[in-house]
């Protein structure tokens, strides 16, 4: 089977950094991906780790470790627009956690 | 725009009712998926197309019926639902054949409401 581990809720300050951490344990694994929800909106795709390791992406960098089946989101310079929900996703047609409400606060 | 539309974007309906969600996208993806997404839960995978064939199917109840005529349209068809059936429904489309971790490109959703 598959499972995901996210916190439910993190509140984090305008311009800090926050990390977003996704503990998993899947059959197959093909990588951990992260998404990002608006209230309202549609999943967007953030970021994909397939080996162990940092990518960056601008503000946002994501993080792997295969070992320890964990990984995590960096987000950099929080800005008001990044309160959302975020979602890691592992597996084979993707099983998603039950995704992380993040709020920045001025 | 994510190049995946889906309408309606809000319904409701009663439990003897019988309606359909339409997802199209426009950005020439080999697979489509259906998505539940429910409060508190996470996303549920419940059919994946690639190609027109139905590659998985999450043990999802028959009331929900899938119906991809081509690459560029997926369907669900309704019937029968129940109170707890009152979701989110999203459609999302891959480049890829449907297997994998691949990108998954969403649509708004549909916001059911099953009275």
């Known amino acids: 089977g598959q499972s995901l581990e996210q916190p439910s809720e993190v509140t984090a300050v305008e311009g800090a950094i926050v990390q977003i951490n996704c503990t998993y344990q899947?059959?197959?694994?093909?990588?951990l991906s992260w998404y990002q929800q608006h209230d309202g909106g549609a999943p967007t795709f953030l970021s994909y780790n397939g080996l162990d390791g940092l990518e960056e992406t601008g503000r946002f960098s994501s993080f792997l470790s295969r070992s320890d089946s964990y990984g995590y989101l960096l987000l950099q310079e929080l800005q008001m627009k990044d309160s959302a929900s975020y979602f890691c996703a592992v597996g084979n047609n993707l099983f998603f956690g039950t995704g992380t409400r993040l709020t920045v606060i001025p | 725009e994510t190049g995946v539309t889906q309408t309606p974007r809000h319904l409701v309906m009663g439990m003897t009712n019988k309606k359909s969600l339409k997802c199209e996208q426009h950005?020439?993806?080999?697979?489509m998926y259906w998505y539940k997404q429910s409060a508190k839960k996470p996303l549920e995978l419940m059919f994946v197309?690639?190609?027109?064939?139905?590659?998985e199917n999450n043990s999802v109840p028959s009331r929900f019926s899938p119906e991809c005529p081509n690459s560029s349209h997926l369907f669900l068809h309704l019937h029968t639902l129940q109170p707890e059936d009152s979701a989110l429904y999203l459609c999302?489309?891959?480049?890829?054949?449907?297997?994998?971790?691949?990108?998954?490109?969403f649509g708004s959703g549909t916001q059911l409401s099953v009275l």
């Open positions: 899947t059959s197959g694994f093909y990588g």
């Open positions: 197309y690639s190609l027109e064939e139905r590659v």
């Open positions: 999302a489309s891959s480049q890829g054949k449907g297997t994998g971790n691949e990108k998954l490109f």
């Open positions: 950005l020439g993806h080999n697979a």
